[in-house]
């Protein structure tokens, strides 16, 4: 039990661009989300906390603006990258948290952006 | 200030041999502790966890980790390394109490490499 997939796990995209990429729980309900951003060889980073049927609660440094997320159902967040630049390709992950593991993450496999 | 360090970027063991991977942690009360396994590309997986009880945690392929209060440690402990235990490994902790929003909070990353 205790799945999360992301989609796409990778995703190529002109500079200027908005890509979406979806987090999922698979069989649980998720009330909280997160998204953390990995640049390579480095720890993640905590980008945004979202709890179902909120607005999302960014981290300092993260512009709200360039990083949409939307948090519509206990299954599902989404984080769009908008006006995409190359300075945001990166490892974007998700983790969801819900039901009796409030104090567990269950972390998602990963979406690789790059930006041409 | 509150913070998981692991003091470790790069441990090199060979293949059979054991193998400790340090963390410490700062905070004012003991923290939820967590390991998790990164292979390259991936999303994280979550190798073991210490919420309260006995202080010797069991996990999964092998692993296990030791809660030491007095150290402010949770090392993570192999008796026998297998090739494809390379991968990055990071301690994560969640405060127990304070405003943090129960947020996972990483540390840098200890990079394992086996010798055949």
């Known amino acids: 039990g205790a799945v999360v997939s992301q989609h796409p796990s990778w995703v190529i995209c002109k500079s200027g661009t908005s890509v979406k990429i979806e987090c999922r729980s698979l069989d649980f309900q998720a009330t909280t989300m997160f998204w953390y951003r990995q640049f390579p060889k480095q720890s993640l980073m905590l980008m945004a906390t979202s709890n179902e049927g909120s607005k999302a609660t960014y981290e300092q440094g993260v512009e709200k603006d360039k990083f949409l997320i939307n948090h519509a159902s206990l299954t599902l967040s989404t984080l769009t990258v908008t006006s995409a630049h190359p300075e945001d390709s990166s490892f974007y992950i998700c983790s969801a948290r819900g039901g009796a593991n409030y104090n567990e993450q269950f972390f998602g496999p990963g979406t690789r952006l790059t930006v041409l | 200030a509150q913070s998981v360090t692991q003091p470790d970027i790069h441990i090199t063991v060979s293949e059979g041999a054991s193998l400790e991977l340090r963390c410490n942690y700062s905070y004012g009360a003991t923290p939820y502790l967590f390991w998790y396994v990164q292979s390259p590309g991936q999303g994280l997986q979550l190798l073991l966890k210490?919420?309260?009880?006995?202080?010797l945690v069991q996990g999964i392929k092998g692993f296990e980790a030791e809660f030491k209060r007095s150290q402010s440690s949770f090392n993570l402990r192999k008796p026998s390394v297998h090739w494809s235990d390379a991968a990055e490994y990071f301690c994560a902790v969640v405060p127990i109490s304070g405003g943090g929003g129960n947020k996972l909070t990483f540390g840098t990353g200890t990079q394992l490499k086996v010798e055949l």
């Open positions: 210490y919420f309260s009880g006995d202080t």
